[in-house]
């Protein structure tokens, strides 16, 4: 009657751990340069002991791309998720949950590049996925419709951007009730497919729920309950308009278009919001430089200064 205890070892290259842990608690404090000197340290030698596949090297691949993003280099973020999401795939396989949110993040990363069929592909794979996993009525469908909704919103696929933003709406009612402030942001988000589509009495419907909500959570003088009425009125302003046109149709055409509806800045700002990431960087001041790159310019600057006491010898 004797079983043996199996206890598989899970061996680690202890210094590149360290170094990986301390890169993360730099980038929890803001370091970004430091964060990303340290990283690529560890990443290094986590290469040259566990090889390119290995959850470590997943994990560092994913941080690199996160910061990169941070820094706004958006080439190099969708460059280090790619070999995250591969190793992703060969470490857990691709229906694992991590190899799920590395074709999201790789979605949004393309999507900030204006490539917004390759997000659509990607994010479309990760629903597909999901649901194979979890089923339909899992409360992260929400997340991945609202992505998909706000993707082909910026693409000009309004109905099929409505259809998305419903099912994410319908979910968060389930999961959080329809007095929540997930509720009224879906209600706006699909207040503004329906008026970009030109729905204005639907979009009416569902921005006054949302109008509602916001002043029950906020009070009536929050920016965002200001910003919710201030849309409602353009929308009841359009319906109005559009209401007179039917009814005498000799007038001219009226502007159907609201042009604050969502524009591609907004669109950015609610995906990184629903995902939990910053939004890009677009306007901040020039990125921090890590270390080897200010080592870099200061050679530079000597050797600029050798050349130009050289130039004034020959002068002499």
């Not at 560890?42 to 993003?69: C, F, R, W």
């Not at 194979?132 to 693409?155: C, K, R, T, V, Y």
């Not at 706006?188 to 006054?208: P, T």
């Not at 800045?265 to 939004?279: D, F, K, M, Q």
Request: include cysteine; charged fraction near 25%; charge should be neutral.
């Amino acid at each position: 009657n004797m079983y043996p205890n199996v206890k598989p070892s899970n061996p680690r290259a202890r210094d590149a751990r360290k170094l990986k842990d301390l890169a993360e608690d730099r980038l929890s404090n803001g370091y970004l340069g430091e964060s990303h000197e340290l990283i690529t340290e560890a990443l290094n030698t986590m290469l040259q002991v566990y090889g390119p596949l290995h959850a470590d090297i997943e994990s560092s691949h994913k941080h690199l791309a996160h910061i990169s993003y941070l820094f706004g280099r958006i080439g190099q973020a969708i460059s280090h998720q790619k070999q995250g999401l591969l190793a992703s795939e060969r470490v857990y396989g691709v229906d694992h949950y991590e190899t799920i949110y590395c074709y999201v993040y790789l979605a949004l990363f393309a999507h900030n590049l204006a490539q917004t069929s390759v997000a659509l592909r990607l994010m479309y794979r990760a629903k597909y996925l999901l649901q194979l996993i979890f089923g339909p009525d899992h409360l992260e469908q929400a997340a991945f419709d609202i992505n998909i909704g706000l993707m082909l919103h910026s693409s000009g696929d309004y109905k099929n951007s409505q259809r998305f933003l419903e099912s994410a709406l319908r979910l968060h009612k389930k999961f959080h009730g329809s007095s929540s402030v997930q509720v009224a942001m879906c209600n706006i988000l699909v207040a503004r497919a329906l008026a970009s589509n030109a729905d204005f009495r639907e979009a009416m419907k569902y921005q006054k729920h949302a109008l509602e909500v916001y002043s029950e959570k906020y009070g009536e003088d929050d920016k965002r309950t200001k910003d919710c009425s201030a849309f409602l009125a353009k929308v009841t302003q359009k319906a109005v308009e559009l209401q007179k046109w039917l009814q005498n149709k000799e007038k001219a055409v009226p502007n159907m278009v609201i042009y604050e509806a969502l524009n591609d800045t907004t669109i950015s700002e609610v995906l990184a919001t629903v995902n939990g990431i910053p939004a890009t960087p677009a306007k901040a001041a020039t990125p921090a430089k890590t270390k080897s790159e200010e080592k870099a310019e200061k050679s530079a600057e000597k050797v600029e200064e050798i050349k130009k006491i050289g130039d004034n010898e020959d002068l002499d």
